[in-house]
């Protein structure tokens, strides 16, 4: 099981604590923040995301938008294949799970196979063309989509979310005997669209536990231009933020980051996905991600899992955005397992 919150912070980042000290010291001169995110979050999770992406600091992005060559042509699989394949086991080597515990965060190639990442990308496609009334692909350029609880009552979309292959990989990551769904998430971050502000989950998810991760698989490939998820290393980073204020109204959080990894020399893991690479990330791996500077929609599934025997917290905050929709009936510091939250991993166990 990972402990990260014992991990003991390496000589090189308390070395560095100093200019994490000047960083705030510059930032006190500044208007007080607007901190106080107390009160819960009253609006869908689309209105989350459009709220959420607002934070980011935008001031590089910008230029023409490129255009990059098509998808590969592939034959698309049937849903039983598809089925297949996602209950098929993935295995884990033992680098990779120390890597994962050491830096928060891992990407493992050909978790899906061509075809399985197209096929998924077919349906999401059609899933926001018909919510959104528009196009992909450069139909809504500039906003962040979102859809989720979409496996409910779609079986394509269950396979991949509900995913032993997906979820075993998390437990194994976790070193957790048994992971539920927290929730789906299908983002598309469309042409034109700027950066994801730099956080780490664990603000978001009112998981009273560290045993979380989230299996980010994109539908497509996705190079540097279209703003691959970036991971800041190793996991322990997050320690030199801690103090950072979350401003609720502007760009402030997202650039005090920035500004303190920049100055304390730390490694940003920013590169791009093959077709069937999946990242996984800790709820205390501190990511961001560049704006999608191409005609593609950026279409990913996100998916979230944590460790059975896990507990909502005291205290949501609106930052944890739609949580209660995701766990209708489990209240604050509830064990967190409705009937929307199954067991995903061990196959077989029983999923409520
Ligand atoms: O897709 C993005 O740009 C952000 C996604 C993210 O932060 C997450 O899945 O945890
Ligand atoms: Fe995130």
Same mark, same amino acid.
């Given at each position: 099981m990972l402990h990260a919150v014992e991990l003991t912070l390496p000589v090189s980042l308390r070395s560095l604590a100093i200019a994490t000290e000047n960083a705030h010291s510059d930032a006190a001169a500044a208007p007080a923040p607007d901190t106080d995110v107390s009160r819960p979050w009253d %609006? =869908?999770?689309? $209105?989350?995301? =459009? !709220?959420?992406?607002?934070l980011a600091d935008n001031d590089d992005q910008a *230029?023409?938008?490129?255009t990059i060559g098509p998808l590969p042509m592939v034959d698309m699989p049937t849903a039983a294949d598809v089925a297949a394949e996602l209950r098929s086991p993935y295995p884990l080597s033992v680098d990779d799970r120390a890597f @994962?515990?050491?830096?928060? @965060?891992?990407?493992?190639?050909?978790?899906?196979t061509p075809g399985t990442v197209l096929r998924l990308r077919a349906e999401i496609v059609r899933l926001l063309s018909a919510a959104f009334d528009t196009t992909l692909d450069g139909g809504a350029k500039d906003r962040f989509l979102s859809m989720e609880m979409v496996w409910l009552d779609n079986p394509l979309i269950r396979e991949y979310v509900l995913s032993p292959r997906i979820a075993g990989i998390c437990a194994g990551l976790l070193g957790v005997p048994a992971v539920r769904l927290y929730h789906d998430n299908i983002l598309s971050k469309e042409? *034109? +669209? *700027?950066? &994801?502000? !730099?956080? #780490?989950d664990d603000h978001h998810f009112p998981l009273a536990t560290h045993d979380?991760? &989230? /299996?980010? /698989?994109? $539908?497509?490939?996705?190079?540097?231009a279209m703003g691959p998820l970036a991971f800041a290393l190793p996991l322990d980073v997050h320690r030199l933020v801690e103090s950072v204020a979350f401003d609720k109204s502007n760009t402030s959080y997202d650039r005090q980051v920035a500004e303190i990894f920049r100055a304390n020399g730390v /490694?940003?893991?920013?590169?791009? #996905? =093959?077709? *069937?690479?999946?990242?996984f990330h800790h709820n205390l791996s501190f990511h961001t991600a560049a704006g999608n500077r191409t005609t593609r929609s950026r279409i990913v599934l996100a998916n979230t899992y944590y460790a059975d025997g896990a507990r909502v917290i005291d205290q949501p905050t609106m930052v944890s955005g739609d949580w209660q929709k995701f766990m209708p009936g489990v209240g604050p510091g509830d064990l967190a397992a409705? =009937?929307?939250?199954?067991? +995903? !991993?061990?196959?077989? %166990?029983s999923r409520s």
């Open positions: %609006a =869908d999770n689309q $209105a989350w995301w =459009d !709220w959420y992406v607002s *230029g023409e938008l490129q @994962f515990a050491e830096n928060g @965060f891992i990407k493992l190639k050909q978790v899906m042409p *034109g +669209c *700027g950066r &994801t502000p !730099w956080h #780490f979380v991760v &989230t /299996a980010w /698989a994109p $539908a497509q490939p996705i190079p540097l /490694a940003v893991n920013e590169t791009s #996905f =093959d077709i *069937g690479e999946v990242s409705s =009937d929307l939250n199954p067991i +995903c !991993w061990p196959v077989g %166990a």
